[in-house]
């Protein structure tokens, strides 16, 4: 009883960090494009405009909430709130920490650690793009639409690449429990350093999943208005750049979690577990998790967008290619290992 | 066929074939990151206006002042030589003669009992600065006219315009 207690008490937890993750990444990221560009960025709610989240989010729910008169209603409702569960599922499978010991039992931080971890994330992930779809369908706007039908042809090719470079990892692991890759990268045992090309085709995959630029073209400004999102006002429209914070913050954490070592930094695994180990273990996954959000915000105001060719011919042409010869260097090593 | 020169700063396009180094983009990628993370530490351009303000120059010409003479006395006469200088016709002024008992407000018997400069038609030339014979109108180098909602707001009378007493004696 107290075991369920508890993992309510762990889910909500997870769950308002999110949010206020997603909260002040909206934050930095406006912090962060001002700096790079030479200014000072939100200064002005709060000290240090610490308090330009709220002021944002009071705004959105005052703003007038407008439903085109042409769009289907019940989708143009389910949309947002669909995107935005989808992109609140994702953490239920990503371990925070080492287990901690409460009443004589271990207690997991990890909301469930299943055997499937890593294709229940693809599921979900997959399944995002259906809010994004239904919201653009819904609108009734060409605009919208076609925002829509790039998102879900963009996730689409790009998932495939994902999923392949994920394949030669699984092939290393020999597990999908993301626990279970965690603990495999104890000390300086990073996938990253085993599998370099597959990292680097899961981070632009998962710039391409999260529609963050370069691979923006979902809403991209210059040609489509606001894309998907277009005809979406109040907090409708909050919740959809809500959400994709959320995938944002999703993003890094599996990013660090699959290549990156989780919880486990050389030195901290050694010591001995209590509560110092496992402040320190939450500690360092929280730090590579905002360098990751750091890394995706740093890439956005560098790069210029792609062109839509330009992006189906990475996906298709260039990262899947990548991806099934680094399987089979991959496949070629393990075999040489195990001495044929 | 020869080409003309018309001069000598034609430079002619190379379009060599991307080597395979510029077709992997990804050291692009990076010297564009290091190029944008060096910005991060950089002094930022912005001046945060009302609690920062920019360092003004010596002859800077702002706001307008009416300066009191070293009894405190207002040294205008409303001769209105200034009026006639203003290339913008911004300022007007109304003259009266001085009271007995008024000796240590007004230096001279005649005095602009009103004194207006419409701070939207002024173009700060610094005219009426070089007109005055009384050396009574200056322009302020560290204080400029601040916006307002109202087009009232901007016609600034002798409350506004005249230097305060303790200024003066100080």
Excluded at chain 1, 48 to 54: K, S
Excluded at chain 1, 64 to 85: N, Q, S, T, V
Excluded at chain 1, 141 to 157: E, H, M, T, V
């Amino acid at each position: 009883m107290s075991w369920i207690i508890l993992k309510i008490i762990f889910i909500s937890v997870i769950f308002g960090l999110s949010l206020f993750i997603a909260m002040y990444s909206t934050y930095a990221e406006r912090k962060i494009a001002a700096f790079l560009q030479d200014r000072l960025g939100p200064n002005r709610a709060g000290p240090f405009g610490l308090l330009q989240p709220l002021a944002d989010g009071v705004k959105l729910f005052f703003k007038e909430e407008f439903i085109p008169m042409k769009a289907d209603r019940w989708l143009f409702l389910m949309g947002p709130g669909f995107f935005m569960i989808t992109a609140l599922m994702t953490s239920a499978v990503i371990p925070f920490g080492p287990d901690i010991i409460v009443d004589g039992k271990p207690f997991s931080l990890q909301a469930t650690d299943i055997n499937v971890g890593l294709l229940y994330i693809f599921g979900v992930v997959s399944l995002g793009v259906y809010g994004i779809l239904i919201g653009g369908w819904a609108s009734n706007n060409k605009f919208s639409l076609l925002g829509a039908i790039r998102a879900a042809s963009q996730n689409i090719s790009y998932e495939l690449a994902m999923g392949l470079s994920i394949i030669a990892l699984v092939m290393m692991s020999s597990s999908l429990s993301l626990k279970d890759i965690v603990d495999q990268q104890a000390g300086w045992h990073w996938n990253v350093f085993y599998q370099p090309l597959g990292f680097l085709i899961f981070l632009v995959c998962a710039f391409a999943e999260t529609n963050r630029a370069p691979f923006d073209l979902p809403e991209c400004e210059t040609e489509l208005v606001g894309g998907y999102h277009t005809e979406f006002s109040s907090m409708k429209l909050g919740f959809y750049l809500f959400a994709e914070y959320i995938n944002m913050f999703i993003s890094s954490a599996v990013l660090a979690t699959l290549f990156f070592g989780g919880y486990h930094f050389p030195g901290i695994s050694s010591m001995e577990p209590g509560i110092l180990k496992t402040a320190l273990s939450v500690g360092v996954m929280f730090g590579k998790i905002f360098f990751f959000i750091f890394f995706f915000m740093w890439v956005r105001w560098t790069l210029p967008r792609f062109r839509y060719d330009q992006l189906m011919n990475l996906g298709w042409r260039i990262l899947i290619p990548l991806a099934v010869i680094n399987i089979l260097i991959t496949g070629a090593v393990i075999l040489y290992k195990m001495g044929l | 066929m020869s080409v003309v020169k018309l001069t000598d700063r034609i430079k002619v396009m190379e379009r060599k074939p991307m080597t395979f180094m510029e077709k992997i983009y990804i050291p692009a990628i990076l010297k564009g990151m290091s190029i944008t993370i060096s910005h991060l530490f950089k002094k930022k351009a912005t001046i945060s206006y009302p609690e920062e303000q920019r360092p003004m120059s010596e002859v800077f010409r702002g706001l307008h002042i009416l300066k009191r003479d070293e009894k405190g006395a207002e040294r205008c006469t409303a001769c209105g030589l200034c009026a006639l200088a203003c290339p913008a016709e911004a300022i007007s002024m109304t003259a009266s003669e001085r009271k007995r008992g008024e000796e240590g407000l007004y230096r001279e018997e005649k005095y602009a009992s009103v004194y207006e400069i419409n701070m939207l038609r002024c173009i700060f030339c610094g005219l009426c600065e070089e007109a005055c014979p009384k050396a009574a109108i200056f322009l302020q180098n560290d204080k400029m006219a601040p916006a307002s909602y109202e087009r009232e707001d901007f016609i600034y009378g002798k409350d506004r315009l005249v230097e305060p007493f303790l200024q003066a004696k100080a």
